[in-house]
């Protein structure tokens, strides 16, 4: 099996949006933050409300892996690019979500 990080955040006016840094290294995440386990149709699956100096904490000690191995490749680096923009807009606003979930979901590989 393996795992993917995806963050959701709804604004105040209950649109959702959906952001998957795939520079985040998950395992790291997972180990440092308190992180409720949740059994799903077989998969277990992490859930994480962080506030908002938390989840700007998170983003600060991922940043480094950003240009790191593979994410340093052109087509990697035009779609990281797009997600740390939208990074970058949810940190800055974080005031107009009510509701800011990091999730690390199992998924059959």
């Known amino acids: 099996m393996a795992y993917t990080l995806k963050i959701q955040a709804k604004d105040l006016?209950?649109?959702?949006?959906e952001l998957e840094p795939a520079w985040w290294k998950y395992k790291e995440i997972r180990e440092a933050?308190?992180?409720?386990?949740e059994l799903s149709h077989g998969f277990l699956n992490y859930h994480l409300y962080p506030d908002p100096d938390t989840f700007l904490n998170i983003f600060l000690d991922q940043l480094p892996y950003l240009d790191q191995g593979i994410y340093d490749a052109p087509k990697w680096k035009e779609i990281n690019s797009?997600?740390?923009?939208?990074?970058?807009?949810l940190i800055e606003?974080?005031?107009?979500?009510k509701e800011l979930e990091i999730i690390i979901y199992e998924?059959?590989?």
């Open 82 to 89: 797009r997600c740390m923009q939208e990074l970058k807009e």
């Open 13 to 17: 006016s209950g649109t959702s949006i």
């Open 107 to 109: 998924w059959e590989s």
């Open 33 to 37: 933050y308190p992180f409720k386990k």
């Open 93 to 97: 606003h974080q005031e107009n979500y």
